[in-house]
């Protein structure tokens, strides 16, 4: 905790500019949305499970675009006291926030579970993914900010079972992508909900990657010859969706390249299995929340 906090003093300083947090932002397409935020002159926060690297590309976004603003912090969605401690943490800088990104995700080879008892993939891509949304809220600037969740095209090749956010029959792919429509579908219940507050909330489908997440290429034929859609070879192609969510006035959407984007609700299918999503997650986060 010490070194992390002598990282955020030695990069922060004292400026009030409100700041861009990038989670996965040591990931292919974290540090391509990072590398543009900093190009921007935006003042950000790496945040990634490995400090290390975190530390490492901020230096070397220090000395590429010559924004002395780039902070690394600590952040692991595999455990919910760990995403409260990095908001803790966060809040201590006394910054307003302009925008969170959520880019981390994981795709697990076999079963884990998480130290909050829930499946691995499934905490981290969404639970924990919806926990540090909404404890984000308070901290945004004055006029409202924005929240971006990336979501998969994979959240075309699955359902929510009726267990969710349990998952009784683990296969990589497909828990992978019900965390993925999960996300992508809890995104119009905040989208509504923190409207008043003048936060948007969009998704971003990159499409597919060439990233280390998805190595195996049986997968990404299959999901390709499924969807229809041609293979994404670059992050830097993926990470436009992203940037046009985040720089939309529009709420409620999902982008999907240069000139894409439809209505997230237009993936509701079944209004009772959306209801009964929102009101099981929302059970889990709000034990997690300020009282």
């Not at 990038?22 to 974290?30: E, K, P, Y």
């Not at 901290?139 to 359902?159: A, D, H």
């Not at 009726?162 to 828990?175: H, I, Q, R």
Request: charged letters at 20%.
């Amino acid at each position: 905790m010490e070194e992390e906090n002598k990282t955020i003093e030695q990069s922060q300083g004292n400026s009030s500019k409100p700041l861009y947090i990038v989670t996965g932002a040591t990931g292919a397409m974290g540090k391509v949305i990072a590398k543009r935020l900093a190009s921007q002159g935006k003042s950000l926060i790496l945040a990634s499970r490995d400090l290390d690297k975190g530390i490492k590309l901020a230096q070397e976004l220090i000395g590429m675009t010559l924004n002395n603003d780039i902070t690394a912090m600590h952040l692991d969605l595999s455990s919910f006291a760990r995403v409260k401690a990095f908001v803790a943490e966060l809040k201590d800088l006394k910054r307003p926030v302009a925008a969170l990104i959520n880019n981390s995700a994981v795709l697990t080879r076999r079963r884990k579970t998480s130290v909050d008892g829930y499946e691995y993939t499934i905490q981290v891509n969404f639970l924990s993914t919806v926990l540090l949304s909404m404890l984000m809220v308070p901290l945004f600037q004055e006029k409202g900010g924005r929240i971006v969740m990336t979501t998969s095209l994979m959240r075309n090749l699955t359902s929510l079972p009726y267990e969710f956010p349990a998952v009784n029959n683990f296969v990589p792919l497909t828990t992978f992508a019900q965390s993925k429509l999960a996300l992508t579908l809890f995104s119009i219940y905040m989208s509504t909900t923190l409207r008043t507050r003048h936060v948007t909330v969009n998704c971003a489908d990159p499409g597919i990657v060439n990233a280390g997440m998805l190595t195996l290429s049986h997968w990404l034929d299959m999901v390709r010859d499924r969807v229809g859609q041609t293979l994404i070879h670059n992050p830097e192609d993926g990470a436009i969706a992203a940037m046009r969510a985040l720089e939309s006035s529009d709420t409620g959407f999902i982008f999907k390249g240069l000139d894409r984007q439809v209505k997230t609700s237009s993936l509701l299918k079944n209004r009772e299995v959306f209801i009964k999503l929102c009101n099981d997650t929302m059970r889990i986060i709000k034990k997690q929340m300020p009282s």
